[in-house]
């Protein structure tokens, strides 16, 4: 899956925003998403209301996404990204009751080091008057993505796994709900402007290109392969495999945007790598036991033998 950071960059103009209104991406990726979601509807119509919560979060997410990259570049989007680690593993065992062994812990928070290190500036450089590459802003929006994203995906996984509803049901029932909040959040822009440029739907089109396409595209296939690991398995492993494309991401930035990546990113890398074995891998496999010839101690059977044969 192509990262969505490269993707929304690459759909910006050259002054940093968007030629066309980013509202309307969520709103067509989620109506495509729905409409392939086609489904034997289900008779417990209680649980449909269920889903308007998490599509209301979706909604503000998606947004704070497109906010998030007019102030950081890609690599650093999708570094952060990785916090949604913490903050999923904190809601898996207040709210789901998911318990994480001590070595788990351990390697979520040498997760947050390694995003914490590969932002760090060198201090060799002119400007190390601050620690940090990117306005303040870009990352109090980076932190309440990862706080909407880690909330949505563990109300999603409870929603998912609750009953044994078909999954493109429940797709279809989630991004029904996304599409009718983006339409209502469209609304409100015509309204707050006053309809200066006209309705929504007669400029929903407009700016767009074959890149912001491909977000569009991207985003309602992540949508879909993000619900099957909602079903099937869960919220830590979703987060970890995205938090893992910031390799890729790494690599393309070099060559789609001229990145200079830092020895404290590469090391920043190695560190959430580090974490990923630590967290997956079983735990006799990262502790490398000696192995003892103590000899068992003998049963009162043997004792008694042994006496006999020397008497």
Not at 114 to 126: I, N
Request: proline residues 3%.
């Amino acid at each position: 899956m192509i990262p969505q950071g490269i993707l929304t960059t690459l759909s910006q103009s050259d002054e940093g925003g968007y030629n066309y209104d980013y509202a309307t991406v969520p709103f067509l990726a989620e109506t495509l998403t729905s409409s392939l979601a086609t489904a034997k509807i289900t008779t417990d119509w209680r649980s449909v209301r269920l889903f308007v919560i998490p599509s209301i979060i979706y909604l503000i997410h998606n947004n704070v996404q497109f906010a998030t990259l007019t102030y950081v570049d890609t690599s650093t989007y999708q570094i952060m990204g990785n916090l949604k680690i913490v903050t999923t593993a904190i809601l898996f065992r207040l709210f789901l009751k998911r318990k994480l062994s001590n070595l788990q812990w351990m390697a979520i928070g040498l997760l947050a080091v390694g995003t914490t290190t590969s932002q760090v500036k060198g201090c060799g450089e002119a400007s190390c008057d601050s620690l940090f590459t990117a306005p303040i802003q870009g990352y109090l929006l980076g932190i309440l993505s990862a706080g909407l994203s880690a909330l949505a995906g563990i109300y999603t996984e409870f929603l998912m796994k609750r009953n044994n509803d078909s999954l493109y049901w429940q797709n279809l029932q989630l991004y029904t709900f996304g599409s009718l909040f983006n339409v209502a959040r469209l609304l409100a822009d015509d309204f707050r402007l006053g309809f200066e440029k006209g309705p929504w739907w007669q400029r929903i089109f407009d700016g767009y290109s074959i890149t912001t396409w491909l977000v569009v595209l991207n985003l309602g296939s992540t949508g879909l392969l993000v619900s099957w690991l909602m079903k099937y398995a869960d919220n830590i492993v979703k987060v970890y495999s995205t938090s893992m494309a910031m390799l890729l991401t790494m690599v393309a930035s070099i060559y789609l945007f001229s990145f200079k990546p830092t020895v404290q990113l590469f090391l920043g890398i190695i560190i959430c790598i580090m974490s990923l074995h630590m967290y997956f891998a079983p735990p006799q496999t990262l502790v490398d036991l000696p192995v003892t010839n103590e000899a068992h101690p003998k049963t009162l059977k043997q004792v008694i033998v042994e006496e006999k044969t020397d008497s």
